[in-house]
Protein backbone atom coordinates (compact mmCIF):
# COMPACT_ATOMS: atom_id res chain seq x y z
CA UNK A 1 0.00 0.00 0.00
CA UNK A 2 1.46 3.48 -1.35
CA UNK A 3 0.79 6.21 1.40
CA UNK A 4 0.34 9.69 0.16
CA UNK A 5 1.42 12.48 2.65
CA UNK A 6 1.80 16.42 1.98
CA UNK A 7 1.96 19.72 4.49
CA UNK A 8 0.06 22.62 4.34
CA UNK A 9 1.41 26.07 5.49
CA UNK A 10 -0.57 29.57 5.56
CA UNK A 11 -0.79 32.50 7.30
CA UNK A 12 -3.82 33.68 9.02
CA UNK A 13 -4.63 37.60 8.54
CA UNK A 14 -3.57 39.98 10.94
CA UNK A 15 -5.67 39.39 14.00
CA UNK A 16 -7.56 35.92 13.49
CA UNK A 17 -4.67 33.36 14.30
CA UNK A 18 -7.49 32.09 17.10
CA UNK A 19 -10.31 31.64 14.80
CA UNK A 20 -8.05 29.90 12.34
CA UNK A 21 -6.35 27.93 15.05
CA UNK A 22 -9.90 26.77 16.13
CA UNK A 23 -11.75 25.83 12.78
CA UNK A 24 -8.54 24.02 12.82
CA UNK A 25 -9.44 22.01 16.12
CA UNK A 26 -12.62 20.53 14.41
CA UNK A 27 -11.28 19.92 11.35
CA UNK A 28 -8.62 18.02 12.44
CA UNK A 29 -11.14 16.07 14.50
CA UNK A 30 -12.87 15.23 11.32
CA UNK A 31 -10.47 14.56 9.42
CA UNK A 32 -8.97 12.47 11.99
CA UNK A 33 -12.43 10.26 11.84
CA UNK A 34 -12.27 9.35 8.06
CA UNK A 35 -11.59 5.68 7.56
CA UNK A 36 -8.51 6.30 5.19
CA UNK A 37 -6.60 8.97 7.55
CA UNK A 38 -3.46 8.07 9.42
CA UNK A 39 -2.20 11.46 10.53
CA UNK A 40 -3.50 15.20 10.58
CA UNK A 41 -1.26 16.95 13.17
CA UNK A 42 -1.41 20.49 12.76
CA UNK A 43 0.40 23.02 14.16
CA UNK A 44 1.06 27.15 14.77
CA UNK A 45 4.91 28.48 14.57
CA UNK A 46 6.30 29.19 18.02
CA UNK A 47 7.79 32.32 17.18
CA UNK A 48 4.79 33.30 14.52
CA UNK A 49 1.53 32.80 16.04
CA UNK A 50 -0.46 33.23 12.73
CA UNK A 51 1.91 31.13 10.63
CA UNK A 52 0.72 27.38 10.64
CA UNK A 53 1.76 24.19 9.57
CA UNK A 54 -0.75 20.96 9.35
CA UNK A 55 0.68 17.37 8.19
CA UNK A 56 -1.01 14.84 6.70
CA UNK A 57 -0.94 11.01 5.99
CA UNK A 58 -3.55 8.93 4.27
CA UNK A 59 -3.54 4.90 3.36
CA UNK A 60 -3.50 5.58 -0.41
CA UNK A 61 -4.68 8.20 -3.15
CA UNK A 62 -8.19 6.67 -2.82
CA UNK A 63 -8.14 7.31 0.65
CA UNK A 64 -7.16 11.09 -0.18
CA UNK A 65 -9.56 11.60 -2.97
CA UNK A 66 -12.80 10.38 -0.55
CA UNK A 67 -11.23 13.22 2.16
CA UNK A 68 -11.40 15.54 -0.79
CA UNK A 69 -15.20 14.67 -1.33
CA UNK A 70 -16.46 15.08 2.35
CA UNK A 71 -18.89 17.61 3.34
CA UNK A 72 -16.85 18.63 6.25
CA UNK A 73 -13.43 19.63 3.94
CA UNK A 74 -15.39 21.93 1.67
CA UNK A 75 -17.14 23.68 4.21
CA UNK A 76 -13.88 23.67 6.20
CA UNK A 77 -12.31 25.40 2.96
CA UNK A 78 -15.85 27.82 2.84
CA UNK A 79 -14.80 28.86 6.74
CA UNK A 80 -11.18 28.69 6.61
CA UNK A 81 -10.30 31.28 2.79
CA UNK A 82 -11.79 34.35 4.33
CA UNK A 83 -9.20 34.42 7.85
CA UNK A 84 -5.90 33.27 5.91
CA UNK A 85 -3.70 35.84 3.65
CA UNK A 86 -4.33 34.30 -0.57
CA UNK A 87 -7.46 32.38 0.55
CA UNK A 88 -5.51 29.40 1.03
CA UNK A 89 -2.90 27.35 1.86
CA UNK A 90 0.70 25.74 -0.27
CA UNK A 91 0.40 22.38 -0.08
CA UNK A 92 3.69 20.47 -0.41
CA UNK A 93 3.67 16.80 -1.51
CA UNK A 94 6.17 14.15 -0.21
CA UNK A 95 7.96 10.97 -0.76
CA UNK A 96 8.45 8.52 2.03
CA UNK A 97 12.17 8.13 1.76
CA UNK A 98 12.85 3.74 1.96
Known sequence: MTGKYLYAQFTAEEGRGD??????RGYGDDVSAEPGNVRFDAHRLA???DSFFVYEEYEDEDAFQAHLATPH?????????PHVVGGGSTLTWLERVA
Do not use: T
Open 47 to 49: DDR
Open 19 to 24: IVAALL
Open 73 to 81: CAAFNDAFA
